[in-house]
């Protein structure tokens, strides 16, 4: 009698299974912020089982292919594995899904024959307001508000790939090294005695440009521009000084070749190259070797570049941090001093600079 209970349900429960070319109108509850998961109005009660394969259609053509990973009454959450157009994947949108032959699955990108699609806007917003082409139907598409999902169903839709965050393509960068020290010095005697700053200041304010659309050639790279602010004070042992103030200008490229730069929680490794052009005034007091002397100034152009490498680390709320080393090299031409001398300075080496910055 078991046996033939058993045998009865399976029976029952594949005659309500949907075939191949099915449809059926779905509304999305809920998406992960990949939108490579996503939970649907239809279950069980509707023919849909665990490890279906689908297409979801709207009017304007397919927008992704999915497999059902979960599956109750009235809810399943699907596995999307082919992005055609991400930005159609929008909390509370209505399609149409489509059942469709199995397919072998694979997470090498290598074996994908197409690029996958990211989305340029969050997954949140009212799709009416996008103008997204909806299709017709869905019995529930009035209740918004669903008050049915468990804590289990939210769960499964925590991706384990790492989010993105493609839409946050501008980001302001800051850089501050700031150190405010003082010195004195004076002859064995205490005859003469000198003080001065001995500090070094460098502010640098920016941003960063990335592209939203992730299937072109171009983005990986991302275009950066800065404005730094530098100055450094020194003293001898005699008492001369010298100060110089740097306001240089730099724009710049940064290639991100193994990772896409929208990733989040993960360190993603960037090559940079820049080109820095700016004004210059150095300054020079005399010591204990010329009590009293005069002082000597010039004014002056600043252009050079710097090359290096780092990486970058963003969370899902636009957040990010970045450290880089790299070569750097700044020539400095100078307009003529109040003793009618011109010079040329040359300045270069490494570097180590970190930062801290916000996307949106």
Same mark, same amino acid.
């Given at each position: 009698?078991?046996?033939? %209970? %058993? ?144 804590? &289990? ?8 790939? #790492? ?9 302001? %960068? ?17 005859? +003469? ?9 460098? %502010? ?6 990335? #592209? ?23 003293? &001898? ?29 993960? /360190? ?22 010329? #009590? ?8 002056? &152009? ?18 990010? &941090? ?14 003529? +001093?109040?003793?009618?001398?011109? /010079? ?17």
């Amino acid at each position: 009698m078991k046996i033939l %209970i %058993i045998l009865m349900l399976i029976l029952s429960f594949g005659a309500n299974a949907l075939e191949v070319d099915e449809k059926l109108t779905i509304r999305i509850i809920k998406t992960s912020e990949t939108r490579k998961t996503l939970m649907v109005n239809r279950g069980t009660e509707d023919g849909l089982v665990e490890g279906d394969h689908a297409k979801f259609i709207v009017t304007a053509g397919i927008v992704a292919r999915a497999v059902c990973v979960k599956v109750s009454p009235t809810r399943s959450v699907w596995s999307v594995y082919r992005l055609v157009n991400a930005d159609f994947i929008v909390n509370d949108s209505v399609m149409s899904l489509k059942i469709t032959p199995a397919v072998k699955i694979t997470k090498d990108e290598t074996q994908s024959l197409v690029q996958e699609d990211t989305p340029t806007k969050v997954g949140t917003e009212d799709p009416t307001q996008l103008g997204i082409p909806l299709a017709d139907g869905a019995q529930d598409i009035t209740n918004v508000n669903d008050e049915n999902l468990s804590q &289990a169903d939210l769960k499964a839709l925590e991706d384990n790939e #790492p989010s993105i965050i493609p839409e946050r393509n501008i980001e302001i %960068i800051g850089i501050l090294n700031i150190s405010g020290l003082t010195a004195s010095a004076k002859t064995e005697s205490g005859a +003469d005695s000198f003080n001065n700053s001995q500090s070094y200041h460098h %502010i640098g304010l920016g941003g960063e440009f990335y #592209p939203q659309k992730e299937r072109d050639w171009y983005s990986r790279f991302s275009i950066q521009g800065m404005v730094n602010l530098m100055r450094l004070n020194n003293q &001898a042992y005699n008492g001369s000084s010298s100060t110089n103030d740097l306001t240089e200008f730099s724009v710049g490229v940064n290639w991100h070749p193994t990772k896409l730069p929208s990733q989040t929680m993960a /360190f993603i490794p960037y090559l940079n190259l820049s080109a820095n052009f700016g004004t210059v005034k150095s300054t020079f007091k005399p010591g204990q070797e010329n #009590p009293g002397g005069d002082e000597f100034s010039a004014d002056g &152009a600043s252009s050079g570049f710097s090359a290096g490498f780092g990486y970058k680390f963003f969370t899902a709320k636009g957040f990010g &941090a970045r450290a880089i080393v790299d070569y750097y090299f700044r020539s400095e031409k100078y307009n003529e +001093d109040e003793a009618t001398n011109t /010079f040329n300075k040359d300045v270069g080496g490494p570097r180590f600079m970190i930062g801290l910055g916000y996307r949106f």
